[in-house]
């Protein structure tokens, strides 16, 4: 079965400063990735995915990750972050292209101080 | 356009006490699903829908009910409370093509 690994669940960061959330997953013959973020008493909303082609994806919000075969990785990572992005990031993978039945790691807590 | 919508958004039962949590969808999605969320557990699929009259088990599916009788609505039904099932409740939609899920804003749930 697939699973998901986030190795930190809190980063704390000053503003400006760049930002690496870390995610490894199970490997698997295809997989499907993908970075979810959520605000506060909010559901969660999609920062990017990985299907195939490029392995750097680039989502909203200036966030993007790189696909790691070798590594089992997918880490997100921003040059410089804003006090707006405190929130919690899942990373989540599937093994159906596009689909919503997905297995998540245990979140990732970005606190951005001034 | 509401998208995802859940209701309550907050709900206290005793212990053996039964519910229904809402879920309506305005997008005419096919697809929609129960997620649960545990602190530092991440989310975990509870029942899936693909369509009208179609609904299947996800990861944790124990102590839970659906039913799928429209396109819009996805209740889940608790039928007897446990403090296990203390939680925050997603629902989300999906067309089935090049789209993110959507999901609503949740319901926490306190089983006591």
């Known amino acids: 079965a697939q699973s998901v690994t986030q190795l930190d669940s809190q980063v704390p960061v000053f503003e400006e400063a760049p930002v690496e959330l870390r995610c490894n997953y199970s490997s698997s013959v295809s997989v499907y990735l993908f970075w979810y973020v959520q605000y506060p008493n909010q559901g969660l909303q999609l920062l990017l995915k990985?299907?195939?082609?490029?392995?750097l994806v680039k989502g909203i919000n200036g966030f993007e990750a790189e696909f790691n075969k070798s590594q089992t990785s997918f880490h997100l990572r921003k040059p410089s972050v804003h006090i707006s992005d405190t929130a919690e990031y899942f990373c989540?993978?599937?093994?159906?292209?596009?689909?919503?039945?997905?297995?998540f790691g245990q979140g990732t807590e970005l606190s951005v101080k001034p | 356009n509401a998208g995802v919508t859940q209701t309550p958004k907050f709900r206290i039962l005793k212990i053996g006490q039964s519910m229904t949590l809402q879920c309506t969808q305005d997008?005419?999605?096919?697809?929609m699903y129960w997620y649960r969320q545990d602190p530092g557990m991440g989310l975990k699929l509870i029942y899936y829908?693909?369509?009208?009259?179609?609904?299947d088990k996800g990861e944790v599916p124990n102590g839970y009910n659906v039913s799928r009788s429209t396109t819009e609505d996805f209740p889940l039904r608790l039928e007897l409370a446990a403090p296990s099932q203390t939680s925050v409740y997603f629902c989300a939609s999906w067309t089935g093509v090049n789209s993110p899920l959507h999901f609503g804003n949740g319901t926490r749930l306190t089983v006591t």
């Open positions: 990985y299907l195939s082609g490029s392995t």
């Open positions: 989540a993978v599937s093994d159906e292209a596009q689909g919503g039945k997905l297995i």
């Open positions: 997008m005419n999605h096919n697809y």
């Open positions: 829908s693909v369509g009208a009259g179609i609904t």
